[in-house]
């Protein structure tokens, strides 16, 4: 039987022992707590001139430490919403989704919960919300999975998210992480009503991620899903991907950090929140909240904020601060830290004004704008207006060559893929359907992971 040291017995004087107890509590402290996440905010130019248009853009990065609070990687509440419909048998989708269905329960533990949810015309759930205790009956039950009927995705959304509210506990990541291949047409079909439902999920501590597979999927409503949700939006171009991608992102929920990451921009003297390009925001009272989601051990999230000041006085003057809210998943407080001012300089001195600019600031924010731009530029394509994606296009390269250098790694890359995208546009009335469609969900995924640092 363990015994508690009695520190008094080893003759230890007091102060030594009250040492002992506080340097205990300190431990336990820090390993009942969320580390705290980092922030680095930069403003591209620290200067603005005199009686101009006040128009300035912030930096803001959030960096999650390479290391959890604990060695033991939170339980996770998941729950497995799988299409199954007709189109699933095609291609051999069904059987790679299987295959990766049975890799989870494989890699899940017994403190783990596991909803599958199956969809085609109705709404199946083959596995209730249950500990990962006995593998081989779930194996089986995979292993009866066939697909046939039609695509009620957001019937296995809402059952999806039953199962893991339910199952919701302190200290346990839960997931709602739903799989397509086709268009949802039985149902809620609407791509805002299905955001907003993933936003609602998240608000009650259920996250949302998405999988789209092959070329017929909507990929703006999994991906709006997905940023709604707060998870990620992953793209499989081929069936054999579906592995290694939720791989991943069983990886990036067993290293959750921080969950509901949130950037709060409260501005000051006069100032206004303009926009973050690429992400939604909502006001609370005069401060803009943008949401970033759940941030794993180790990344970094960044967002540009565009900010329109008051200029007409000479001077030094506060036009914002920015601080990060979020939730620790351990113990379910939310923290809210790293409160920083943005301060600036009013000046009318051109040539210093042109001489405070940061390098890799404006680099960020140019690689941020072209790929807001070339997302729209794709919309404008799907909705048949070549000639419109191709004026976005060139405001797009307007963007990156104005960057400070134009042969800097980002930069160079973004060009590159513009170009390559631009030249398809010129066989746009060549390329067979099928090729069309895997071209824009690529140009697309390619926006979603720079703007989402993934």
Not at 231 to 241: C, I, Q, T, V
């Amino acid at each position: 039987m363990k015994t508690k040291t009695d520190y008094r017995t080893l003759g230890c004087p007091p102060a030594v022992t009250i040492l002992f107890a506080a340097m205990a509590m300190l431990l336990t402290m820090m390993c009942s707590q969320a580390l705290a996440l980092n922030m680095d905010v930069r403003p591209e130019n620290t200067t603005v001139l005199y009686e101009g248009d006040g128009s300035s853009a912030i930096q803001v990065r959030v960096i999650a430490p390479d290391i959890l609070p604990s060695p033991d990687r939170p339980p996770l509440n998941l729950a497995l919403v799988l299409d199954r419909s007709g189109s699933m048998g095609e291609e051999g989708k069904m059987e790679h989704v299987l295959q990766a269905a049975h890799m989870l329960v494989d890699r899940l533990g017994p403190d783990d919960i596991l909803t599958i949810v199956t969809y085609n015309n109705r709404v199946h759930v083959p596995v209730s919300a249950c500990r990962v205790t006995n593998r081989w009956k779930l194996h089986r039950i995979i292993d009866e999975i066939r697909a046939e009927g039609r695509t009620f995705l957001s019937g296995g959304l809402e059952e999806g998210f039953r199962q893991a509210k339910r199952q919701r506990r302190k200290g346990t990541i839960s997931r709602v992480v739903l799989l397509s291949d086709g268009l949802a047409n039985v149902g809620v079909t609407d791509i805002g009503q299905l955001r907003r439902r993933a936003s609602s999920m998240y608000e009650d501590g259920v996250s949302v991620s998405t999988f789209g597979m092959g070329y017929d999927f909507d990929e703006d409503l999994l991906a709006s899903m997905a940023n709604g949700g707060g998870g990620s939006y992953h793209y499989l171009s081929r069936p054999g991907d579906i592995v290694a991608a939720l791989t991943r992102e069983f990886n990036m929920m067993a290293r959750t950090s921080a969950s509901g990451v949130e950037i709060i921009i409260r501005p000051l003297g006069g100032a206004r929140f303009e926009t973050a390009p690429g992400h939604s925001w909502k006001l609370e009272g005069s401060s803009a909240v943008i949401g970033l989601g759940d941030v794993s051990a180790g990344e970094t999230r960044t967002l540009m904020a565009k900010l329109n000041v008051p200029t007409g006085r000479i001077g030094n003057q506060e036009v914002a601060e920015v601080s990060v809210r979020y939730t620790d998943p351990a113990s379910g407080k939310v923290f809210r830290e790293s409160t920083e001012a943005v301060s600036l300089a009013v000046i009318d001195d051109p040539r210093r004004y042109r001489e405070s600019f940061d390098a890799g600031v404006q680099e960020k924010k140019a690689v941020i704008e072209t790929n807001v731009l070339m997302e729209e530029a794709a919309r404008k394509v799907d909705g048949g207006d070549r000639a419109g994606a191709m004026s976005i296009i060139r405001k797009a390269v307007g963007a990156l060559m104005a960057a400070p250098s134009p042969e800097a790694p980002a930069v160079k890359m973004e060009m590159e893929r513009i170009k390559t995208y631009s030249d398809k546009l010129d066989d746009l009335d060549t390329m067979a359907p099928g090729k069309v469609r895997e071209m824009q969900k690529d140009q697309k995924y390619r926006s979603y992971q720079q703007l989402n640092q993934q």
